[in-house]
């Protein structure tokens, strides 16, 4: 066991005059495992960056192991898979290796392979292997979950929970739960470590939250209160003060030393009330600061006016010679809420493809209802260019409801004005998602939405879906929420 140190780390980008970090203070054991959690775009990817030094910064981070990162960059995916390891950890032993790949459910033969021929999901398994084999090391783990179909996850998961020593990012929820024992939260005004999972993690921060609205209420009535007894005891002393002249005409002459030690006391009683006003002032300024605003999304689904808007009959899918899916059969009814399983490469995206509009070869029947208005939302977000105002023309949705959903799910103004190629692989999901519930449409087809995305929003989305019941097929490894919101499951 060793300790990481972070004191005072401050850090902005150059030409930035918004601090990422600022003063951040926090001490990591280095047998902890770490799920790593917070809104997108809040800086996770850069403190990791922090930590391998890639940037400079105020402040100091101390620590007695070296720090690896995940994903490791490959350079020339047409080398065997050994030799990729081989580029990664020259040293390793090929039993070590072969023990990692076995707790992966890897089989041996893909050392043997070149690596650009393996799946998604076994290019993360063989990386992560390669990466635990490195000693002395803490390993920071950025995303691992985001080509891993539902079954791989539960493989991973189980791995990493008989591990130590790491920073994970994930924003799956039953990923972190199964296998981290602290919660580094990155908040808005802070980062702070919690022990448990995630779940136990997100408990506490609704009661905090909680908490701090009630406080925060309470010490606005009294605020109120006091202020107002402040005005009332000040117009007492002024009144009484008057006093000390007598009443006009009266020939009464009034005892100044009595009226003036009155007022005093008076003003000292409305000082009093006037401390603990600016008392109660500055313990509210100190509440609600890492609140997270997740305020309700909206979504406009047309009504059909017949039940039945899909049909797939033993619909077969080619490219080329290659069968992407075979004997496809189910169909979509206005309401369902269809969760599309199967494993990567199985098809799934190519049949929504293909009831998307995407002129597809395949055989089989395949009927969609006439005059159907579809929203679809890819994978795929590496054509998003320009600005925000640009990208809404472009897709002909109203730019005001654009923009006020993307505030929702977290966007600050800031990010209104930059270039969606420079947005995080989070905020890219975001802008799709955002421009699909600016469409009225009678079916919402979604391939993979939560790519990248953080759990609060996660959440929100549910809420959305589970609020209005829109017609949806989705493909979606978040397991939580499917189970959430899936009234049927399709598996291929």
Known sequence: ??????????????????????????????????????????????????????????????????????????TDEQSNTIEVIESIYPDYLHWQMMRELSLLRVLADVLYRPFATLSKGEQTKVLLAALFLKENSFLLIDEPTNHLDMNARKIVSDYLRSKRGFILVSHDRAFLDNCVDHILSINKTNIEIQKGNFSSWWENKKMQDQFELAENEKLRKDITRLSTAAKRTANWSDKVEKTKLGTKNSGLRPDRGYIGHKSAKMMKRAKAVEARQQSAMEEKSKLLKNIENSERLKISPLSFHADRLIELEKVSIFYGEKTACAGVSFIIEQGDR??????????????????????????????????????????????????????????????????????????????????????????????????????????????????????????????????????ILFVEHDREFCKNIATKIFEL
């Open 338 to 471: 269809i969760a599309l399983y199967g494993k990567n490469g199985s098809g799934k995206s190519s049949i929504m493809k293909l009831i998307g509009g995407e002129n597809i070869t395949y055989t089989g029947t395949f009927r969609k209802a006439s005059q159907l208005t579809i929203s679809y939302v890819s994978q795929d977000t590496s054509h998003l260019r320009g600005n925000l105002t640009g990208y809404a023309r472009e897709n002909d949705i109203d730019e005001s409801l654009f923009k006020a959903i993307l505030r929702k799910l977290d966007f600050s103004r800031i990010q209104f004005d930059k270039d969606l190629s420079a947005f995080s692989g989070g905020q890219k999901k975001k802008v799709l998602i955002a421009k699909s519930l600016c469409e009225q449409a009678h079916l919402y087809i979604w391939d993979e939405p939560l790519n990248f995305i953080d759990v609060i929003s996660r959440m929100q989305i549910e809420e959305l879906l589970l609020a209005y019941s829109p017609t």
């Open 1 to 74: 066991m060793s300790l990481i140190n972070v004191t005072n780390l401050t850090f902005s980008y150059d030409g930035s005059y918004d601090n990422i970090f600022e003063t951040v203070s926090f001490q990591i054991d280095t047998d902890w495992k770490l799920g790593f959690t917070g809104r997108n775009g809040r800086g996770k990817t850069t403190f990791l960056n922090l930590l391998l030094g890639k940037y400079e910064y105020r402040g100091t981070i101390s620590a007695t192991v070296n720090f690896e990162y995940f994903p490791f960059e490959v």
